[in-house]
């Protein structure tokens, strides 16, 4: 999974379906920084997680 940073915002990439934020030039990463909002729609999404 790979994920961006927008806003102090993280989202998946692709972004959920639900998530209304698009990927412009924000750098793509494979880890979850620890100073960062969860988009809600995007970070819910993960297979087998149910919080
Ligand atoms: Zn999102």
């Not at 494979?30 to 997680?49: A, L, N, R, S």
Request: net charge positive; hydrophobic share 25%; charged share 35%.
């Amino acid at each position: 999974m790979l994920y961006f940073v927008k806003e102090k915002t993280i989202h998946t990439f692709p972004v959920s379906k639900r998530c209304n934020v698009k990927r412009e030039k924000e750098q793509l990463r494979d880890t979850i920084p620890h100073d960062v909002e969860k988009c809600p729609y995007c970070m819910h999404c993960w297979p087998g997680e149910d919080k």
